[in-house]
């Protein structure tokens, strides 16, 4: 047990050095508090004696926290030179950035930031409440564009496109503070005295490399992310969803300051010619949401000017069904998630590996739900509640996987070129071997698999490419928990679908072939961030120099056998 003079040395030292002994006062609370009742309750610390002294540990801990620098505090120390965003002339023309711009769209926003214009956090705040108000103020245009380019449904563009978004920066907003201040890290005896702190500063200009099934979740919560972090970002969006894309490329530059964002997209053909040109040049990190081919381009990039990456890829995300899941939750919640967008989302089951004891249950209760979702037959196809396929390409894609699965179609199969159009499908396979197989569907698809149990299951998926997203349904945590100990994905939800990824404080991204890095919640911010670590050696209030604490004989030659001696003792302790 901790003695009363004890406490008290502590308590003072607390008070009188807050930076160094408070951040052991942190750990010490609930320890000490425990001690401090048994204590108590044997007579050898009076509860007044206790109480008292573990008030001061909690006054000097909200001490530390009210005198601890904030980011907006630090931003005197920052040097702006205003005077540069005259020499921007390619930013600040008010024109469309074309390929011949590229060059010089790099360079002035890293001249903007070397002086320091996206580094304030005032401006942070003020570009991402407009960020905000252009999503709030614009959204009739945001569901019409995605309505052109993806056939969305009010619904699905609203959540996905227009309210997760402005959900994200308000977490941001909220936040901005806190997560740009410096970060105290705990107590070290080698380096004691010494506060010791995790400065977050932006990595510089970003890019981010947007895609077309979400074009503008995946464009602007990267760059709400990047600019909340403190850096420059130049957007390319997708020309697959054109009119997405020709939208946000009118909208951003009248919203965001044209030095902290600029965006290109539209002036030019073919996304593989614009993306070959952007990785001519240098950025501080690039961020690319695709199919791992087009990431393996990034990275090949990248790797020219060692630059870190975020790869949002996908694969072929896999659905454990054990016998002992509810089957009619279950096929209701993946025929759900399946048919979102139209399969047409990186995170969407794709295939499921069903218990052969209960998978006609399963496929039956699937075409129940798809009828009380969707209707029947053709029925989906006008009932406002169903997307279209983006383009041409992807649809020779699906209409040749639907004729060569070689399964047992439950429900579905039907395509409508002319309207891109494919019914909600569900097919159960023979075998793994099947074409459906082999890559990831992105379309309204279900492939579904019957295997012998689990352990079947976890041996086929051990020796696929990492998902993005698995998901398992059982009423038996231990064969929930199973499955998760001998698989490996980005992320993983238990009886639902998709639910992990909306999770603030759970990063989403992927592993190996379906991606790397993370970000949404604070992951959107850090992700664009490097912590640099400071150490200031400070000194303790102590005669004699800190009775030698502050500046140790012993780390300076010659080192006698006595001071060997006493480092090898210390570290004992560290």
């Known amino acids: ?39 108590a309750r044997t007579g050898e610390v009076s509860a007044k004696a206790g109480a008292t002294g573990f008030m001061i540990l909690i006054s000097a801990w909200f001490l530390r926290k009210l005198l601890r620098p904030s980011a907006s505090a630090m931003d005197r120390y920052l040097r702006v030179d205003d005077s540069v965003r005259g020499t921007l002339k390619t930013l600040r023309s008010g024109k469309p950035i074309g390929m011949n711009d590229i060059g010089a769209m790099n360079a002035e926003l890293r001249r903007a930031f070397r002086a320091g214009l996206s580094r304030p956090i005032a401006v942070r705040r003020r570009n991402l ?34 309210l997760i978004p402005i959900n ?16 105290s890290v705990g107590f070290n005896l080698l380096t004691f005295p010494s506060s010791n ?24 919560v990267p760059v709400a992310g990047a600019i909340a972090a403190g850096n420059c970002v130049a957007l390319k969006t997708c020309q697959v969803s054109q009119a997405s894309a020709r939208l946000l490329n009118r909208l951003l530059p009248k919203y965001l300051d044209p030095e902290i ?104 209760r699937c075409k129940h739900h798809i009828h009380i979702m969707y209707g029947e037959g053709d029925a989906t196809k006008d009932n406002g509640s169903f997307g279209r396929i983006v383009g041409d390409k992807q649809m020779e894609r699906i209409e040749q996987l639907l004729r060569t699965h070689g399964g047992e179609t439950i429900v579905g199969g039907r395509c409508d070129r002319k309207a891109r159009y494919v019914q909600p499908t569900v097919v159960k396979l023979k075998s793994f071997k099947s074409p459906a197989m082999e890559e990831e569907s992105f379309a309204p698809t279900l492939w579904v698999v019957p295997v012998k149990s689990m352990e079947e299951a976890i041996d086929y998926q051990a020796q696929q490419p990492l998902p993005l997203s698995l998901y398992i349904f059982a009423r038996d945590n231990a064969v929930a928990e199973r499955i998760i100990a001998n698989t490996s994905a980005g992320g993983v939800t238990v009886n639902g679908c998709l639910f992990h990824c909306g999770h603030p404080e759970l990063p989403f991204g992927g592993v190996q072939m379906s991606g790397m890095g993370s970000y949404h919640g604070k992951a959107s911010v850090t992700t664009f961030q490097h912590e640099k670590p400071v150490l200031k050696k400070t000194k303790l209030p102590l005669p004699f120099d800190g009775a030698g604490l502050n500046d140790p004989f012993f780390l300076y030659a010659p080192w006698t056998n006595f001071k060997i001696a006493v480092v090898r003792t210390l570290f004992k302790f560290v």
């Open 1 to 39: 047990t901790v003695s009363p003079e004890e406490f008290v040395c502590k308590s003072t030292v607390t008070m009188s050095n807050f930076t160094v002994a408070t951040q052991q006062a942190q750990e010490w609370v609930v320890s000490v508090w425990s001690e401090l009742l048994a204590a």
């Open 129 to 162: 409440q407009a960020l905000r108000r252009m999503l709030v103020e614009n959204e009739a245009e945001v569901l019409a564009a995605l309505k052109e380019d993806l056939g969305k449904t009010v619904f699905e563009a609203l959540v996905y496109d227009v």
């Open 168 to 183: 994200e920066i308000d977490h941001m907003i909220a936040n901005l503070e806190k997560w740009n201040a410096p970060r």
């Open 197 to 220: 702190l995790l400065y977050p500063e932006p990595k510089g200009v970003v890019l981010n490399v947007s895609t077309w099934n979400f074009p503008v979740l995946l464009s602007l």
């Open 261 to 364: 964002c600029a965006v290109l997209g539209t002036e030019f053909q073919g996304d593989r010619h614009c993306t070959a040109e952007l990785l001519k040049y240098p950025w501080d990190h690039i961020f690319f949401t695709g199919s791992p081919s087009v990431g393996k381009v990034i990275a090949r990039g990248a790797a020219e000017f060692l630059t870190p990456c975020t790869l949002e890829l996908g694969g072929k995300n896999p659905v454990f069904i054990s016998r002992c899941a509810d089957l009619d939750l279950a096929a209701k919640r993946i025929v759900w998630a399946r048919l979102m967008n139209s399969g047409q989302q990186c995170i969407s089951p794709d295939f499921v590996m069903c218990d052969e004891a209960v998978v006609d249950k399963f496929l039956a």
